[in-house]
């Protein structure tokens, strides 16, 4: 069964630290991945997806995620970290054999400390 | 304009009622879904229709029952409501699936307590 998994439920960084995020996944083919984000009260916000190609993908608001197939992981990555990016983050896999299933992690919450 | 627009916002209703959340998409999009975030984040697909026929349908109690009059709209009525339907819902849509690799876009939500 495909399963996706955030292995950090919170993490708090300062601001303008850089940031990763962690992603597993597992399926027996490549999937799609996909990161959202969702600010306080409102909805899911894509921020970056990977089909295929190029492994290492560049997303709105400056973030980055590079699909490992090795290490079946797609981790969510920003430079410098902004207060605004204070938020929940979602990993999410999907794939052409589950139809139009598609499988949340159970997210990771973001603190921006001054 | 909105992409995916759901009504309302925010509701809260006494156990027991009966309660409709209605969910539009201007995308032109011919599959979308129902999705319901509890109290601890975890985002579950709970519908899923394509061109107004459904095709997924997780375990869910019947009291929640999907209507969808056209693929530009899937609405989500919920019988007898409990206090655990307390949650945010979310319609979501996206184009044929995910077969072409697409991606499916979210709305903003439905806050629905039941006290």
């Known amino acids: 069964a495909q399963s996706v998994t955030q292995p950090d439920i919170h993490i708090t960084v300062s601001e303008g630290a850089s940031l990763e995020l962690r992603c597993n996944y597992s399926y027996g083919a490549t999937p799609y991945l996909f990161w959202y984000v969702q600010s306080p009260g409102q909805g899911l916000q894509l921020l970056l997806k990977?089909?295929?190609?190029?492994?290492l993908v560049q997303g709105i608001k400056g973030f980055e995620a590079e699909f490992k197939r090795s290490q079946s992981s797609f981790n969510l990555r920003k430079p410098s970290v902004h207060w605004s990016d204070a938020a929940e983050y979602f990993c999410a896999v999907g794939h052409v054999n589950t139809g139009n299933q598609f499988y949340f992690g159970t997210g990771t919450s973001l603190t921006v400390i001054p | 304009d909105t992409a995916v627009s759901q009504t309302p916002k925010y509701l809260v209703t006494q156990m027991g009622n009966d309660k409709s959340i209605k969910c539009e998409q201007n995308l032109g999009h011919d599959t979308m879904y129902w999705y319901k975030q509890d109290s601890k984040k975890f985002l579950k697909i709970m519908f899923s229709?394509?061109?107004?026929?459904?095709?997924i349908n997780e375990t869910v109690p019947n009291r929640f029952s999907p209507k969808s009059p056209d693929k530009a709209h899937l609405n989500l009525h919920i019988n007898s409501l409990e206090l655990g339907d307390s949650a945010v819902y979310f319609c979501?849509?996206?184009?044929?699936?995910?077969?072409?690799?697409?991606?499916?876009?979210f709305g903003e939500g439905s806050w629905l307590t039941v006290v």
């Open positions: 990977y089909f295929s190609g190029d492994t």
């Open positions: 979501a849509s996206s184009p044929t699936g995910l077969r072409s690799g697409n991606t499916i876009y």
């Open positions: 229709y394509n061109n107004k026929e459904l095709i």
